[in-house]
């Protein structure tokens, strides 16, 4: 049976390319900001195998009240509150100083929702493997260690939730000598 995307699908992919069309990657090549959230959202399809169409939208939208001008009320006017719950849970407070924001991520994995939780995973294995083959302009390599380091922290904290995704990002620790 052919499988194609439904059209609030497309309205979310063409929304996140929209609000972040100005940002671009840490990486050294400045890759378009959008790539991230669209690995994210193929991630849990392709690789977890995942189908609730909710949460791979909330994966294309995953950064975009973080990191751009939308608001919640955005989100939720244009997706609805399921979408938006799950955007809602996967948000950093800004208004936290940064290290408190990173310690907050750690403490509240383990409280997250089974589906916020799949996209926390591969938020993490997408940022992994961006770290992997780069070291973002104007890091340190200690700074690229410490944040796999921190990531394996959170990682721990969704355990449980997907197979595939936990087996992926721990074949990555272990090539850190993490695991
Ligand atoms: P940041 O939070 O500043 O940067 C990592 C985030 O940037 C990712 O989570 C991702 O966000 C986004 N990102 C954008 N481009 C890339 C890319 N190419 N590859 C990977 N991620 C990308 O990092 P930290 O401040 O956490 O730094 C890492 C570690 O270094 C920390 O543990 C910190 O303690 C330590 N450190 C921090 C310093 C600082 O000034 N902050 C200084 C020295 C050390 P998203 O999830 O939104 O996609
Ligand atoms: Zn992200």
Redesign the pocket.
């Known amino acids: 049976m052919a499988t194609y995307p439904s059209a609030k699908f497309m309205e979310c992919l063409q929304y996140a390319a929209f609000k972040h069309r100005q940002q671009r990657?840490?990486?050294p090549l400045e890759?378009p900001y959008v790539n991230?959230v669209i690995n994210v959202s193929t991630i849990l399809s392709v690789e977890a195998c995942i189908t609730d169409e909710g949460v791979l939208m909330a994966a294309l939208l995953h950064?975009v009240v973080?990191?751009t001008d939308a608001s919640f009320e955005d989100v939720e006017k244009l997706f609805g509150p399921d979408v938006c719950g799950l955007v809602r849970e996967v948000t950093d407070d800004k208004s936290l100083e940064?290290?408190e924001r990173?310690r907050l991520q750690i403490k509240n994995a383990a409280k997250s929702s089974c589906r916020a939780k799949l996209i926390k995973l591969a938020?993490k294995l997408?940022?992994l493997r961006?770290?992997q083959v780069?070291t973002?302009t104007g890091?340190?390599e200690?700074?690229?260690e410490?944040?796999f380091?921190?990531a394996k922290m959170v990682v721990d904290n969704l355990r449980g939730t997907n197979a595939n995704l936990e087996l992926k990002l721990d074949e990555i620790f272990r090539q850190r000598g993490l695991l």
């Open positions: 990657r840490k990486d890759t991230h950064d973080e990191d940064k290290q990173k938020d997408d940022n961006d770290l780069n973002p890091w340190t200690e700074r690229r410490q944040y380091i921190w």
